[in-house]
């Protein structure tokens, strides 16, 4: 099974970038569906992005034109750039794979394989 990483959080001020890395290792992404969500204190999981085994990929409007999922197969990693951060953007990120069968609804429940996330937090 995949095992997960995140790296790449930190402190921003609003209006900042953030790029985030996810390493995997133990199986290659190529073959799975992955995502981005993130936890804030008391706030539901949410997922805010997510690419298929094809590259296609999902975000919902909170982040669209804001955040780009991307992955480097040959590195075995999974990114996440964030430009122009939000003082609600802030909150524990972490980035999900699962086997593509099981993605429908890019919802929180869908995914089998966590790392264990990375803190954003975004100032005003």
């Known amino acids: 099974q995949v095992q997960l990483q995140e790296s790449g959080g930190g402190s921003v001020q609003a209006g900042g970038s953030l790029r985030l890395s996810c390493a995997a290792s133990g199986d290659t992404i190529a073959t799975y569906c992955l995502a981005w969500f993130r936890k804030a204190p008391g706030k539901e999981r949410e997922g805010v992005a997510h690419?298929?085994?094809?590259?296609?990929?999902h975000y919902p409007g909170s982040v669209k034109g804001r955040f780009t999922i991307s992955k480097a197969n040959t590195k075995n990693t999974l990114y996440l750039q964030m430009n122009s951060l939000k003082p609600e953007d802030t909150a524990m990120y972490y980035c999900?794979?699962?086997?593509?069968?099981?993605?429908?609804?890019?919802?929180?429940?869908?995914?089998?394989?966590w790392g264990k996330g990375t803190q954003v937090a975004v100032s005003s």
């Open positions: 690419i298929d085994d094809g590259g296609t990929t």
């Open positions: 999900a794979a699962a086997a593509c069968w099981r993605v429908r609804t890019f919802w929180v429940g869908e995914y089998n394989v």
